[in-house]
């Protein structure tokens, strides 16, 4: 079975502080896929990245970057000099390798950013 | 344009009433789903189509009737409502049914029943 931890149910920054959010994740499988969702308050939810078991490079895009470590099992996501517009509930997802594509998510974590 | 959109946005109704959520997407995608985020924001896969054939369906009660008339359209028809219904529900698409594939959501149904 599979599982996604977001042990951080809520973080409240200050504006231009660089956050984590940490995400550790269960599964049997050898090849997965790990993704994160950022849910504004506006309600949708927007993909933000995804990787794949076999791919531990970090990745950075602009102020965001992702660490991917299989050693931990854990795939953290770390906003820079963070902004008031990346206040929202971000979610770290798995899904495995066989069958087709069902997203396990974490519990979501809200993120404020305080001006 | 909306890429996923669902209707109605807010739907407020009573226990035993039977309600509607339809969803279309304009991003020519074969694959369709519908997630429930409940009021701790959990969110779970309930079903999911390719190409208008159902391929996942997790452990929902009966009462949840998901059709897709095409591979844009997904509608979520749910009977003889409960309280415990009362969550978001999201519609989503992706290209493909694979496990890699990213999800398109639309902004949700936020359904409450009384």
């Known amino acids: 079975a599979q599982k996604v931890t977001q042990a951080q149910t809520e973080i409240s920054v200050v504006e231009k502080e660089d956050v984590t959010l940490d995400c550790v994740y269960e599964?049997?499988?050898?090849?997965?896929?790990l993704f994160w969702y950022k849910q504004p308050p506006s309600g949708e939810l927007v993909f933000l990245i995804r990787?794949?078991?076999?791919?531990?490079q970090n990745e950075i895009s602009g102020r965001y970057s992702w660490n991917f470590q299989k050693s931990t099992s854990s795939f953290n996501f770390t906003i820079t000099a963070s902004q008031v517009v990346d206040s929202a509930v971000y979610f770290c997802?798995?899904?495995?390798?066989?069958?087709?594509?069902?997203?396990?998510f974490g519990q979501g974590t809200r993120l404020t950013i305080n001006p | 344009d909306t890429a996923v959109s669902q209707t109605p946005k807010y739907l407020v109704t009573q226990m035993g009433n039977d309600k509607s959520i339809k969803c279309e997407q304009n991003?020519?995608?074969?694959?369709m789903y519908w997630y429930k985020q409940d009021s701790k924001k959990f969110l779970k896969i309930m079903f999911s189509?390719?190409?208008?054939?159902?391929?996942i369906n997790e452990t929902v009660p009966n009462r949840f009737s998901p059709k897709s008339p095409d591979k844009a359209h997904l509608n979520l028809h749910i009977n003889s409502l409960e309280l415990g219904d009362s969550a978001v529900y999201f519609c989503?698409?992706?290209?493909?049914?694979?496990?890699?594939?990213?999800?398109?959501f639309g902004s949700g149904t936020q359904l409450s029943v009384l």
């Open positions: 989503a698409s992706s290209r493909g049914y694979r496990t890699n594939e990213k999800l398109f």
């Open positions: 599964t049997r499988d050898t090849t997965y896929y």
């Open positions: 990787r794949n078991s076999f791919d531990e």
């Open positions: 997802a798995l899904s495995a390798s066989q069958g087709a594509q069902k997203l396990v």
């Open positions: 991003l020519g995608h074969d694959t």
């Open positions: 189509y390719n190409n208008k054939e159902l391929i």
